[in-house]
């Protein structure tokens, strides 16, 4: 069973920085990283992904403020999140592409809060 555990959340205050951590249980191929994010009464969006060969792609809303980077070893990505504003409060989850026995699957984390004070 692949198990992500999501770390890294908490109340900011606008301006400032959060760095959220997802890190994979087992010995698992993971091909793309992604992080969403969802925020009360909104539907989940993507804010950044991550290729094994380390191309990355970004919400408009996030480029140059928010950095996607992985460890293909430890199968651990971070978001490293900057000049936060209040709109980027949401649930943030990450999700990893998986192939296990040939087959591709996504697991998801459990979700962690970021809540960005004005």
């Known amino acids: 069973q692949v198990q992500l555990v999501e770390s890294g959340g908490g109340l900011v205050q606008a301006g400032g920085s959060l760095t959220l951590s997802c890190a994979a249980s087992g010995t698992i191929y993971i091909t793309n990283m992604h992080w969403y994010r969802q925020a009360p009464g909104e539907q989940r969006e993507s804010v950044a992904n991550?290729?094994?060969?380390?191309?990355?792609n970004y919400a408009d809303s996030v480029k140059g403020r928010f950095t996607i980077s992985r460890d293909n070893v430890m199968n651990i990505s971070w978001l490293q999140m900057r000049r936060l504003k209040p709109e980027d409060t949401a649930t943030y989850y990450c999700?990893?592409?998986?192939?296990?026995?040939?087959?591709?699957?996504?697991?998801w984390g459990q979700g962690t809060q970021v809540t960005v004070s004005s």
């Open positions: 991550i290729t094994r060969s380390d191309e990355t």
């Open positions: 999700a990893f592409d998986v192939i296990r026995r040939g087959s591709p699957s996504t697991y």
